[in-house]
């Protein structure tokens, strides 16, 4: 996608041609209401704000999704190297709720999504962990896309980095990090970013968060991903992927040609998160150069032809909040906290959060008729 490029149903238009929205210099006093007719803008179109924007759309409210990032779908994230394939995020998913079973279930029949194994290891413990077919980034651009091709009143728009999220007093306006984008004005706001990222948005917009002590306790885990093109399978245990919560140097490895997503053997290493945060300032090669060895005890012989580090500062909470999603401010329109540093945490958590967090912008709008 392009500098802040903009889906809306099927088709690409420039941000030009979307509803106005006020400039920095004027930002409205009057004639604004957080009532009905301004959308709920939704930051981050990872699971959770996709999940959010999918529930308030069916329910004809009007969705302005942003994203900083290139594309959507978050820490569902799918990297190439040529023929080399990997998801660098997320590796599966589980499922424990019949409302998530209900979308996976849309996945696998529109084919993006399926089951990769029953666990890891010599005994796995039969529970499906699934895979995004193609890679779990195509699993989020299923969902966007089914989203603007269904509903005319979602806008996404990605590359668009929120830097305030502003209480004027009749509304709340949203504003963006350089010249990418004018600020959005919304009735409600849904923030779907890690929790530190999010009270680092409001309290930009000198909105208080001092009263959300449970919120400011939420912390993550450092991870750093390795990814390694090989000249050869290093042919890993069935189903081609190592599981091992414990171990001192990586909790999970997988070979993503073994997976069904990449042409070429493509092995993705996640550092266990102390020696992530370990070597979390040190540069690439001193990465590289501290797990050497321990990665190699993995390759079985295969040489390395490509390599790259990928840092997730924020990989998952340590400890979620124990809600599905934190009403931080109700005037003059709701902003809602979401995403997987809520309860249930991970994919299935994050979905979930964003429906909880779009429950929460209905019954205002409701509240209001
Ligand atoms: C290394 C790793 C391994 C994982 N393994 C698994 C696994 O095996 N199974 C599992 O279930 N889960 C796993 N997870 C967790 C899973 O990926 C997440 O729980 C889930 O994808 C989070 O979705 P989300 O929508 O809450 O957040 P995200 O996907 O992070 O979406 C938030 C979005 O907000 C955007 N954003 C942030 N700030 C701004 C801003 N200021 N303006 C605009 N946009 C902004 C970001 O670009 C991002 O796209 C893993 C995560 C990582 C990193």
């Known amino acids: 996608m392009c500098l802040g490029e903009v889906r809306r149903r099927g088709?690409?238009?420039s941000s030009a041609n979307l509803r106005r929205v006020v400039s920095n210099q004027h930002l409205p006093s009057q004639g604004v209401s957080s009532s009905s007719s301004e959308p709920t803008i939704i930051l981050g179109a990872g699971l959770a704000g996709l999940s959010a924007a999918r529930r308030l759309a069916e329910a004809g409210r009007p969705v302005l999704l942003l994203d900083k990032g290139r594309s959507v779908g978050g820490r569902l994230a799918t990297r190439r190297m040529g023929h080399a394939v990997f998801d660098h995020g997320a590796q599966f998913f589980t499922?424990?709720?019949?409302?998530?079973?209900?979308?996976?279930?849309?996945w696998?029949?529109?084919?993006?999504?399926e089951v990769w194994s029953q666990g890891f290891g010599p005994d796995p413990d039969g529970h499906p962990r699934y895979r995004g077919s193609s890679g779990m980034n195509a699993v989020a651009k299923h969902v966007a896309d089914r989203l603007t091709d269904s509903y005319d009143n979602v806008t996404i728009v990605t590359r668009t980095e929120a830097n305030a999220i502003i209480n004027?007093?009749?509304?709340?306006?949203?504003?963006?990090?350089?010249?990418t984008r004018e600020p959005d004005v919304a009735a409600a706001v849904i923030c779907t970013a890690p929790i530190p990222?999010?009270?680092?948005?409001?309290?930009?917009?000198?909105t208080s968060v001092e009263g959300l002590v449970d919120l400011q306790a939420v912390r993550y885990h450092r991870v750093i991903a390795v990814l390694a093109a090989l000249d050869r399978s290093p042919e890993l245990p069935e189903p081609g992927a190592v599981q091992q919560p414990a171990d001192p140097s990586f909790t999970f490895v997988a070979d993503n040609q073994a997976k069904g997503i990449s042409r070429d053997p493509a092995v993705t290493f996640h550092l266990n998160p102390n020696l992530a945060a370990s070597l979390w300032d040190s540069d690439d090669a001193s990465v590289l150069a501290a797990i050497h060895e321990d990665l190699r005890s993995y390759l079985n012989g295969a040489a390395v032809t490509q390599?790259?580090?990928?840092?997730?500062?924020?990989?998952?909470?340590?400890?979620?909040h124990a809600e599905r999603c934190v009403v931080a401010a109700t005037n003059p329109g709701p902003v809602v906290l979401a995403g997987d540093g809520?309860?249930?945490?991970?994919?299935?958590?994050?979905?979930?959060?964003?429906l909880a967090a779009a429950d929460n912008v209905l019954a205002f709008h409701q509240s209001l008729a």
């Open 95 to 106: 499922v424990r709720s019949d409302e998530f079973q209900t979308e996976v279930d849309q």
């Open 108 to 113: 696998v029949d529109a084919g993006v999504a």
């Open 197 to 206: 990222q999010t009270l680092a948005l409001l309290r930009a917009g000198v």
């Open 307 to 320: 390599i790259q580090v990928k840092r997730w500062r924020y990989s998952g909470p340590v400890q979620p």
């Open 168 to 179: 004027d007093g009749e509304a709340w306006t949203v504003t963006y990090q350089g010249p």
């Open 11 to 13: 088709r690409r238009t």
């Open 342 to 354: 809520f309860a249930g945490s991970k994919v299935e958590g994050a979905f979930l959060s964003g």
